[in-house]
């Protein structure tokens, strides 16, 4: 797993699992977005999403990503066991 498809996950949940506008945040095609998402799914061995045709649907039954992630935003910064 990359840096690329980290943000890329955290980008499907932030836009509703829609790949044309991860595509567009990342300042990529939406190609090289499906791509990336399939190598990942590949790497990991099992789909994480479900999908109807092109569309995705969200993360498959049972999958242990939650479509939530603690990436930090430009400007943050966190520290395990530091709070405030």
Known sequence: MNLS???ILHLLQETGY???K????MNVVQSAVS????MLEDEIGTPLF???GKR???PTP????SGRSNIPQSGQT?????SG
């Open 56 to 58: 995705l649907l969200g």
């Open 35 to 38: 791509r990336q998402l399939l």
């Open 18 to 20: 829609n790949l044309t």
């Open 78 to 82: 966190q520290h395990p066991g530091i």
């Open 22 to 25: 991860v595509a567009d945040k």
């Open 62 to 65: 049972g999958c242990a990503y």
């Open 50 to 52: 479900e999908r109807h």
């Open 5 to 7: 498809q980290l943000e």
